[in-house]
Each structure stands twice: as C-alpha cells, then as structure tokens.
C-alpha cells in the first residue's frame, strides 16, 4: 500500500488539472443555484401559459419540497448522465496513450492502480454533491424561508451512492471496453437496465434499481420503502464491480 498514496496523488493532479475540475462542479452549480427560485415561479410560470379565452390554469403555491424534488431530479437523471459520460475512459485513455503501461514498470500493483482511482474518484463525486447539496439548501432556505435538511440530504446522499455505484461500474466498463464512447454507451445502458428494473417492487426494495425512486419520494415527503436493502445491495454491488475490474485488468495486455 506504500503506492497508493503516489497512485491516488496522480489522480488528484489530473483532476485538478484537466476539464473534470470543472464539468461536474460546473453542471451542480448551475442546477444548485437556479433550482429553488424555478421551483418557486414555475405556478405562476404555467399560469401566464393559458391560451387567452381559456380559464387560467391554478396551481397550489410552490414550497420547499418543489425545489428539493428538482434537485433530485436533476442529481438522478442529468448529473449522472454526466458521470457516465466523463468516466467511459477513466482507464482505457491511460492504457492508449501508454501512461498505465509506464507507471505499472514501477513497483505498482495493478489491485493499486485500480483502486486508487476508484477512491479518488468517490471523494471527488463526493465533494461536489456534498457542495451542490448545501447550496441547494441555503438557496431554498432564502427563497422560501424553510429548509428541513433531513429530507435534502438524505435523498441526495442515497444519489451520491449511486452515483459511486455507477463510477465503479464505468471503471470496469472501462477496463473491458477499450473505446470511452463504447464504455459509455454500456454505462447508459446499465442506467436504463436499472431505471426500468426500479418500477418492479421486488428490485425498488431490493436493490440498487430502487434508490433513485425512493430518494425522490423522501425529498418529496412521501411514503416509500425502507431504503436499508437498496443501500445495502447498493454498496455491495459497488465492490463487486471494483474487484471486476480489478480481475480483468491484472490478465489485460496493456500495449496500446
């Protein structure tokens, strides 16, 4: 493990210094800070939209739970569409452009090398909905005067391990797949697989599928399942993916 802390520096710099520090945070930011006061027009928006000689369309008046539902929403739709995205090539880039086979010529393992990526990684998707999550929650807070945090930061944490669930799952993607769109292309098409298994009861309160649902009635303050078995699943399916990818990339050829 002496490596590791080298691997997970190297990670860091190029977080830092390529266009992931600001992508990810970019998209949150925007969604954080415009969220609660759309949340706040949008009945009155909808009621300017009445055709003229027709009868003005009456919403109730917007709360907190409005901008807490969108931000759900943005966080589980768009946002993890973005990490989808960013992360198709989180190793096949390296094992093309020869970085992994360089650094592997060290006393690095290739468990390490995966790893250290993968923990990384977290804390930096971490950070950024842990940001996001306390704009959104002093923003509301201003633009309706109440903002309970439980029923915030409880969804948004459960899709903060999702989204981890999916950076582990492109991190083996990544690995079996040499192209980034192709790896890509697989993780949108988990994220369909587990958007469609949610509506089935068994999987919404079984497993990974139902986090995203049971988050969004949290944020709205509906009933919902327990969500121990989804986080449980969720985590546990997190690993496997890791030590997946682990398996796979210690019998891959690293030549470019």
């Not at 697989?186 to 509506?199: D, K, N, R, S, T």
Request: charged share 10%; net charge positive; hydrophobic share 55%.
């Amino acid at each position: 493990m002496k490596t590791f802390p080298a691997l997970a520096a190297k990670e860091t710099q190029e977080i830092v210094h390529t266009w992931r520090i600001w992508v990810l945070p970019a998209i949150i930011l925007v969604f954080a800070v415009s969220g609660p006061p759309l949340a706040k027009i949008t009945p009155e928006l909808l009621a300017s939209l009445t055709p003229p000689g027709q009868q003005s369309l009456v919403l109730p008046p917007a709360t907190f739970a409005d901008a807490y539902d969108q931000w759900v929403k943005n966080l589980s739709q768009l946002v993890l569409f973005a990490i989808i995205i960013m992360y198709g090539g989180i190793v096949s880039t390296e094992v093309r452009d020869g970085t992994a086979a360089f650094v592997l010529t060290k006393p690095v393992r290739r468990a390490t090398f995966i790893t250290a990526k993968a923990v990384v990684h977290a804390l930096f998707i971490a950070a950024v909905f842990a940001a996001g999550t306390t704009i959104t929650w002093i923003t509301t807070g201003m633009v309706f005067g109440t903002a309970p945090a439980a029923q915030l930061w409880g969804p948004a944490s459960m899709l903060c391990l999702f989204a981890l669930l999916l950076l582990a799952f492109m991190e083996f993607f990544s690995v079996v797949i040499p192209a980034p769109a192709g790896a890509a292309g697989a993780g949108l098409g988990l994220y369909a697989l587990l958007a469609v298994g949610g509506a089935w009861d068994p999987l919404l309160r079984f497993s990974p599928a139902g986090v995203p649902g049971i988050a969004a009635s949290v944020a709205a303050g509906q009933s919902h399942p327990a969500p121990v078995w989804p986080v449980l699943t969720t985590l546990i399916a997190a690993g496997v993916a890791i030590a997946l990818a682990v398996f796979v990339f210690q019998r891959k050829e690293l030549q470019p």
